[in-house]
């Protein structure tokens, strides 16, 4: 499986942005995915996640009320819209796969990961 993030970029404190995660090989549908950002220095922090299916979804509490979590599994595709952004959401996003069916919050239950897209935010 490769994983492929798209969409980041700088844009001003209460934009938004629309990251996509585009995926190549086998069992897209098969597992949960997920969002994190890491800033340097720190460790790689939890957005959101979402399952196989798409109907179950969870949220860092940061990102509740402003991102939305979704996927199109036709087009082997997920997608995290941003809205609201605030200097704090600056980082580089990675999309991750999971082996697992539920959605997940810890780094440790993701299989597969792609390089990450840079989103920063400014005040």
């Known amino acids: 499986v490769q994983l492929e993030e798209s969409g980041g970029g700088s844009v001003q404190a209460g934009d938004s942005l629309r990251l996509a995660c585009a995926a190549s090989?086998?069992?897209?549908?098969?597992?949960?995915m997920g969002w994190f950002r890491q800033v340097p220095g720190k460790e790689r922090e939890f957005v959101a996640s979402?399952?196989?299916?798409?109907?179950?979804?969870m949220y860092a509490d940061s990102a509740k009320g402003r991102f939305a979590i979704s996927r199109d599994n036709a087009l082997n595709k997920m997608f995290l819209q941003m809205n609201t952004l605030k200097p704090e959401d600056t980082g580089v996003y990675y999309c991750g796969m999971t082996g697992m069916y539920s959605p997940k919050d810890y780094a440790q239950a993701y299989l597969h990961w792609g390089q990450g897209t840079q989103v920063t935010v400014s005040s």
């Open positions: 979402i399952s196989r299916s798409g109907s179950d979804t």
């Open positions: 090989g086998q069992l897209w549908d098969t597992w949960s």
